[in-house]
T-cell receptor, first 113, second 120 residues
Framework: EPEVTQTPSHQVTQMGQEVILRCVPI?????FYWYRQILGQKVEFLVS????????KSEIFDDQFSVERPDGSNFTLKIRSTKLEDSAMYFC???????????FGSGTRLTVV | AQTVTQSQPEMSVQEAETVTLSCTYD???????LFWYKQPPSRQMILVIR??????QNATENRFSVNFQKAAKSFSLKISDSQLGDAAMYFC?????????????????FGKGTKLSVKP
């Protein structure tokens, strides 16, 4: 069964550093998403992406964050100047059509120290 | 704004027994989707079952079934013949129905989750 692949599975970074989280969505999917889950809390929407542009973003997704689809396969989330409170599990997801459910990746655990 | 509420932080079930996880939601939309996701200790989010609000028939996937009560805005998950591998966090999620391609697709809104333990 096709999978959404995320790398790395775990990243530790120093406060103030920039990190790039990478995702390879399922090849025929058109809609891409980033969600995050702070430990012990609910999963929160960050951003959705379609046709090479952001289609929707949450209040969390401020200027510190950016997304990019640099080529035909990768979908990246960049976090500039990381803060301790950015420590969380970050999930990438994709869907084939706007009315389908998502397929989530296995997540990247980001730890900011 | 839409909200999803899971009132049971933890549940426990004996192996081979049946358990029901509760979920209620609040929305003014008439057409939307509801989902149950499973998150095992590996923390991957796995889609368990999906229900379209315009369909009256309750969705089923093998041992998993839902009781969708649209008027009551209730969406419970029933797990039959529980197995040790069913132990996980279960999240209920809501998504409004997008009307067209592109643009705002309606993000998933999650409940806080229910931790299910399965006793051998």
């Amino acid at each position: 069964e096709p999978e959404v692949t995320q790398t790395p599975s775990h990243q530790v970074t120093q406060m103030g550093q920039e990190v790039i989280l990478r995702c390879v969505p399922i090849s025929n999917h058109l809609y891409f998403y980033w969600y995050r889950q702070i430990l012990g809390q609910k999963v929160e929407f960050l951003v959705s992406f379609y046709n090479n542009e952001i289609s929707e973003k949450s209040e969390i997704f401020d200027d510190q964050f950016s997304v990019e689809r640099p080529d035909g396969s990768n979908f990246t989330l960049k976090i500039r100047s990381t803060k301790l409170e950015d420590s969380a599990m970050y999930f990438c997801a994709s869907s084939e059509e706007y009315y389908y459910g998502y397929t989530f990746g296995s997540g990247t655990r980001l730890t900011v120290v | 704004a839409q909200t999803v509420t899971q009132s049971q932080p933890e549940m426990s079930v004996q192996e081979a027994e049946t358990v029901t996880l509760s979920c209620t939601y609040d929305t003014s939309e008439s057409d939307y989707y509801l989902f149950w996701y499973k998150q095992p200790p590996s923390r991957q989010m796995i889609l368990v079952i999906r229900q379209e609000a315009y369909k009256q028939q309750n969705a089923t996937e093998n041992r998993f079934s839902v009781n969708f009560q649209k008027a009551a805005k209730s969406f419970s998950l029933k797990i039959s013949d529980s197995q040790l591998g069913d132990a996980a966090m279960y999240f209920c999620a809501y998504r409004r129905r997008a009307l067209n391609y592109g643009g705002s697709q309606g993000n998933l809104i999650f409940g806080k989750g229910t931790k299910l333990s399965v006793k051998p």
